[in-house]
């Protein structure tokens, strides 16, 4: 399958099977778009038509272009052959029970009252409660049972606010990294934070042992202070922000992300991702919000547009930043257009439910936090591992496949099929899907594509 699309002066080319990114003239376009239903004959004779002004468009240049094409297309790198589809049930089935990653939910509350929060202000539609020790060391030893040979291993600390309850957070990294050398592991952590609650303390220990920090920012003071409050209703911009740029400092810069949420109030978010660049951070990613649609931060269809607007918007801006030397990261257009995801990765999704769990304060098992509080979605728990297999093996059936609505979609193979989470809350089946959401992470790809190329095109010309 190939897609092709215009964007910021650039005529792009994407074989989606294969995974090649052509950046060509006007002519070339033209010509790979004629070449899948029509002789070299009648491609010449139509594009000598459409270009009759123009002196570069000869008969034989014509015939060398569609001679390139299919060159291309022998070698493949142009309509390329789908040879995923009859082994992508597979992939899943070779890593075993296989357990790589553990969202651990150390505290199911929050210093905070965000009125769009999915995890209903940290309980989860439940009651609020703290891991104790045992219960997170016993996660942490379930994980090491079954990650099988794997040798990196990753737990994100996560909640509600994990802060609240940072000493069972440090605990726990204490007891994991006694557990590394004779287990032959090596635990990576992640922290979530609002940052209400950084100290010092956290600091020094976050910069120590967490390979990354994700800190909750939703970009300009009268957007994030209108939905992120306390529970006296007060914003939380002023405490967090000076706090945050002492912790990024304190890490080099390096290593973090900010983390929005826009809404139906900034559909405009790039403003807001400009604002925290003003700000100083560099790291940043920008979320749409999941809530119901009849939410009062739901996203519109009108508003769809605009956010689709913004990503064009950005990736420009992006690249402009690059070339004057003040870059910006952008969480969702990180490519790599040379290598790319791994084939396992394009088609079998981020495997919720298989190699990744998330761990509630009392120990049961979820496919990931976004499920966590929906009883029918509960796996099991880390004393007697998985227990509902049937589960199991549906979210080891989803992949870029497992939907007949993905079938003739370009993007399938940069979004594996999508998120489980969003196609349940959207279509109560985690084999359906998330219309809206696909519809922007189309806009997100080709936006994210146009920078990659158009940075390897100017880091091309610096070598030359």
Sequence with gaps: MVHQYKLNGYNIVLDTCSGGVHVVDEVAYDVIAL???HTPEEIVKALLEKYPDRPDVTESELRECVADVESLVNSGQLYTPDTFADIAGTFKERSGDVVKALCLHVAHTCN???SYCFASQGKYHGDRALMNFEVGKQALDFLIAHSGSRTNLEVDFFGGEPLMNWQVVKDLVAYARTREEPCHKRFRFTLTTNGMLIDEDVIDFAN??????????DGRKEIH???RVDYAGRGSYDRIVPKFQELVKAR???RYYMRGTFTHRNPDFTKDLFHMA???FTELSMEPVVCAPGDPAALTAEDLEI????YELLAREMLKRHREGRPITFYHYMLD??????????????GSGTEYMAVTPWGDLYPCHQFVGEEAYKLGDVWNGVTNTALREEFRSCNAYARPECADCWAKLYCSGGCAANAYHASGSIRGVYEAGCELFRKRMECAIMLQAALAEDAEGQEA
């Design 337 to 350: 257009l040379t290598g790319g995801p791994c084939v396992y990765k394009r088609v079998s999704g981020c």
């Design 208 to 217: 120590r042992e967490m390979d990354n920090v994700v800190l909750s920012l």
């Design 278 to 280: 003003d700000l100083g």
């Design 252 to 254: 080099g810069g390096t």
């Design 35 to 37: 070449y899948p239903d």
């Design 307 to 310: 956010v689709k607007d913004q």
């Design 112 to 114: 905070l009252n965000c």
């Design 225 to 227: 202070d209108a939905l």
